[in-house]
């Protein structure tokens, strides 16, 4: 076996298979139509969607068009919708070429999303974002009621919110939310609806609809920021161990010398920083693993290299890998000690961290 020379982020497709089909069997008769925004979440579009189509999945979400672009060209000759978040923006020609519905956000964008067809009988499909209260993009309910009205209503496929507060399960506002999308219901009698995202398929069978949209989810993470034993982990990163120092008590360690040995410790240097999506701001908190432990971070995260301390582990060396998140390390838990969310960590790994994948594609390529 080759050593690890660089932070390296591998991905798990059988995990993703196996967590899309445990989103399956939670969200029962409701499609679930995995989003696939910024890159899959960081983890590579095009080997995660393919995979995903080859599991069932038919529908998938991004946030823009040229996510949109890239994720047709990723498919290739597979039909599949792609639904794009960000709304209508006066790309049509654009949106058309490539295929790609819409989520229209705002009244005007449907009658201008319209007017770009080729001709006056060609069909826009659409799909119509509401807000029922995370404030966020879509059309008000108000607004959405008069436009159904209307013959533009027509196109409208899918009716979908947005939930607020789906990782506080107990929270008031998400009953509210159900209950004021279910109630367009019989004003858009045509269209299918949709309102859970990962954490909303975990809230029971009033926010399924027919179609429910996870990303995080079927990346490894738990619903609620919550490791969940129906959820695999999908995505490890790791980085090697460059070097090992001896520092005596009193000396500091990295850029501002803020951190002072309170007594003699054996260190590892790890190629992996900031520029590789390691939170410089996990700083203190932060902790890898490596030879059976997990450690902390001493110093400063600089660009391209942290500090482990691995006082105690004779068995530690130049060359070792070392985890940052993965089997051992939950996301949701890294993310919890750097006091952010597992879709941060994930989907600031940068692109010079080499992806690399376990399993197939469904193509019998990674
Ligand atoms: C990002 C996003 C999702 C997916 O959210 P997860 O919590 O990652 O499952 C679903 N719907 C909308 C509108 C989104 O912006």
New binding site residues.
């Given amino acids: 076996m080759t050593l690890p020379s660089a932070p390296e982020l591998r991905v798990d497709l059988d995990a993703l298979a196996a967590n899309f089909a445990a989103l399956q069997r939670r969200a029962g008769a409701a499609e679930v139509a995995p ?1 696939l ?1 910024a890159d899959a979440y960081g983890l590579g579009q095009g080997p995660v969607a393919r995979r995903l189509w080859h599991e069932g999945a038919r529908r998938f ?1 991004v ?1 823009r068009r040229s996510e949109g672009e890239a994720l047709r060209s990723d498919l290739g000759p597979r039909t599949a919708e792609i639904f794009i ?1 960000d709304g209508y923006l006066g790309d049509g020609p654009a949106l058309r070429a490539a295929a790609l519905t819409p989520v229209i956000n705002t009244q005007e964008q449907i009658a201008a999303w319209r007017a770009s067809a080729p001709a006056q009988d060609h069909p826009s499909p659409f799909a119509l974002q509401v807000d029922t209260g995370l404030n966020r993009l879509g059309l008000t309910v108000a607004e959405a009621l008069s436009l159904a009205e209307t013959p533009e209503a027509r196109d409208c496929q899918l009716v ?1 919110s ?1 939930l607020a507060c ?1 990782d506080t399960p107990d929270h008031p506002l998400n009953a509210r939310q159900a209950r004021a999308l279910a109630a367009l219901r019989p004003a858009f009698p045509k269209a299918r609806f949709s309102l859970a ?3 909303g398929i975990f809230l029971g069978d009033d926010f399924r609809f027919d179609m429910v ?5 079927l990346f490894g993470v738990g619903p609620f920021e919550t490791p969940h034993p129906e959820i695999r982990p999908v995505a490890r990163l790791t980085a090697p161990v460059l070097q090992i120092r001896h520092v005596a008590e009193g000396d500091t360690i990295g850029y501002g010398a803020g951190f002072i040995a309170p007594h003699a410790l054996k260190i590892a240097l790890v190629g992996a920083g900031y520029a590789d999506g390691v939170l410089r701001s996990s700083g203190a908190n932060g902790y890898g693993f490596v030879g059976g432990e997990r450690r902390p971070f001493v110093g400063r995260v600089s660009m391209d290299i942290l500090a482990l301390d691995v006082t105690g582990l004779s068995d530690v060396h130049p060359g070792d890998c070392v985890e940052l998140f993965g089997d051992h390390l939950r996301l949701e838990d890294v993310a919890r000690a750097a006091n952010t969310i597992s ?1 941060e960590i994930l989907s600031r790994i940068a692109p010079r961290v080499t992806r690399t994948y376990l399993g197939d594609d469904g193509d019998g390529r990674p």
């Fill in positions: 989003v925004k979400f946030a978040l979908l947005h789906a995202a990962s954490s949209r996870p990303g995080v989810a879709y």
